[in-house]
């Protein structure tokens, strides 16, 4: 069965920072591009950042851009986004997602197979 599991959400105050883990079974995660999405309340399912399987492509929301790193481990089976500078506006639920995909990732929501069940964010002093 295959599975994404998110972890390290959390409250943090403005200007702390996080970092998210999605962890992945069932399947080698080596194979698949990763995306991070957040949602915030009342809001649309926003793309934050992706990664190919390869490692060697990466993209960034322009509201992320110099704030998050995305990374990721492929002998852990496990993909990371680093969140500094972190603002009430990025305040949301972080979910992960994975299509097959070596050389190449995108933003986009809908072209992902595999999705985790989210971690909560919340930025507020």
């Known amino acids: 069965q295959l599975q994404l599991v998110e972890s390290g959400g959390g409250l943090v105050q403005p200007g702390g920072s996080l970092r998210l883990a999605c962890a992945a079974s069932?399947?080698?995660?080596?194979?698949?591009?990763i995306g991070w999405f957040r949602q915030a309340p009342g809001k649309e399912r926003e793309g934050v950042s992706c990664i190919s399987g390869s490692g060697g492509v990466t993209n960034y929301a322009d509201s992320v851009k110099g704030r998050f790193t995305i990374s990721r481990d492929n002998a852990k089976n496990t993909v990371y986004l680093q969140m500094s500078g972190l603002k009430p506006e990025d305040t949301a639920v972080y979910y992960c997602?994975?299509?097959?995909?070596?050389?190449?990732?995108?933003?986009?929501?809908?072209?992902?197979?595999?999705w985790g069940q989210g971690t909560q964010v919340t930025v507020s002093s």
């Open positions: 997602a994975a299509i097959p995909s070596l050389w190449r990732c995108t933003v986009v929501a809908g072209t992902y197979d595999y």
């Open positions: 069932g399947f080698t995660l080596r194979n698949y591009a």
